[in-house]
């Protein structure tokens, strides 16, 4: 997001904003973590760059539009986690940056199962 203001502009970076989207999901309960990807993990390691696990987003004048990828606890109803988590993280992004989430896409990629800790392995592996 770009404002031009009276005295000067104000700019809200990809990785604010899949910050707050990223933390925003894993504060809905149901939702045991983000999932990586392999794809991102090979970023990562090749661009040094801290990339935001599990979330994508993309950023224009006024709207955003993410992807998330989540593991979910299993016994929970995954489509209202998800309707839950998609209302959670536009209320968040659209509170605290002022942009319009024009989409909040999920992708499951796993299930956790109690008392199971998830291993790096398991986070970033694509099922």
Same mark, same amino acid.
């Given at each position: 997001?770009?404002?031009? &203001?009276? +005295?000067?502009?104000?700019?809200? $970076?990809?990785? %604010? %904003?899949?910050?707050?989207?990223? *933390?925003?999901? *894993?504060?809905?309960?149901g939702?045991?973590?983000? $999932?990586?990807?392999? $794809? ?9 760059? !801290?990339?935001?696990k599990?979330?994508? @987003? ?9 992807? &998330?990828?989540?593991i ?11 309707? @839950?988590?998609?209302? +959670? ?9 002022g942009? !319009?989430? %024009? ?17 790096e392995?398991?986070?970033?592996? %694509?099922?």
């Amino acid at each position: 997001m770009t404002e031009d &203001l009276q +005295n000067g502009m104000i700019r809200i $970076s990809d990785d %604010v %904003v899949s910050t707050i989207a990223g *933390l925003a999901a *894993l504060e809905t309960p149901g939702i045991s973590a983000m $999932s990586g990807g392999i $794809s991102e993990g090979l970023a990562k390691r090749l661009s040094g760059k !801290n990339v935001q696990k599990g979330v994508t @987003v993309e950023v224009g004048q006024l709207e955003a539009a993410i992807d &998330l990828r989540i593991i979910v606890q299993y016994g929970i109803p995954i489509q209202e986690v998800c309707r @839950v988590l998609q209302d +959670n993280v536009r209320e968040a992004v659209e509170n605290m940056t002022g942009l !319009n989430v %024009v989409e909040v896409n999920i992708k499951v990629e796993g299930v956790a199962f109690k008392g199971e800790e998830l291993t790096e392995d398991m986070q970033l592996r %694509v099922k």
